[in-house]
């Protein structure tokens, strides 16, 4: 099962087209998460003390895991996110909270060195950006991070188009040619 993330809130998102394209190029069964019609809790003080009173119970079918426990099981994984900011919108980093959890999408070892537990072998990073200043570490970078580090998915695969808000710049032949490459 794939896993799209879909952290694009705009109706005619480029980025969601893009991650679409991909979606049906991999033509696999899916369950897309719209981030932006999620309700995340407040990570406060009062959220960390019932976090960590579940975690020590072993209660990870608690509904509070539930994100945690669907990541840790996709097959594969798509995050679709527009690059704002020099990273990506605020929901995705609340979800992203939601879902690193010792005991499910990751556990430290005897030297505390994180060891992930989650089930995918690829992830995927769509996105896209209106100009062409694009330092692949900051939105990308902590992700493939947190992926390769924590989640145990050592294949990261970036999907980008930029340039998209240039003034004059050929978007629908900047995203077809990155459609392109993706169906290859």
Not at 6 to 34: E, G
Request: aromatic letters at 12%; hydrophobic letters at 40%.
């Amino acid at each position: 099962m794939v896993l799209y993330i879909d952290a694009c809130v705009r109706k005619n998102s480029r980025t969601r087209r893009l991650a679409d394209c991909l979606l049906n190029t991999l033509n696999a069964p899916h369950t897309r998460l719209r981030l932006e019609e999620c309700v995340f809790p407040t990570v406060d003080e009062a959220f960390l003390e019932k976090r960590d009173r579940l975690l020590r119970e072993g209660d990870f079918d608690n509904p509070v895991f539930a994100y945690a426990r669907q990541f840790a099981q996709a097959d594969e994984i798509i995050i679709a996110a527009p690059f704002w900011d020099l990273s990506f919108p605020a929901v995705l980093k609340s979800y992203l909270e939601q879902i690193n959890w010792v005991g499910i999408t990751f556990r430290y070892t005897p030297e505390g060195i994180p060891e992930g537990l989650c089930r995918a072998e690829r992830l995927y990073y769509v996105t896209t950006a209106g100009g062409d200043f694009f330092p692949e570490q900051y939105g990308f970078g902590y992700i493939q991070a947190l992926a390769q580090n924590f989640y145990h998915i050592k294949d990261v695969k970036l999907i980008k188009a930029t340039g998209l808000d240039i003034e004059g710049a050929p978007v629908e032949k900047i995203l077809r040619n990155c459609e392109e490459k993706i169906r290859r």
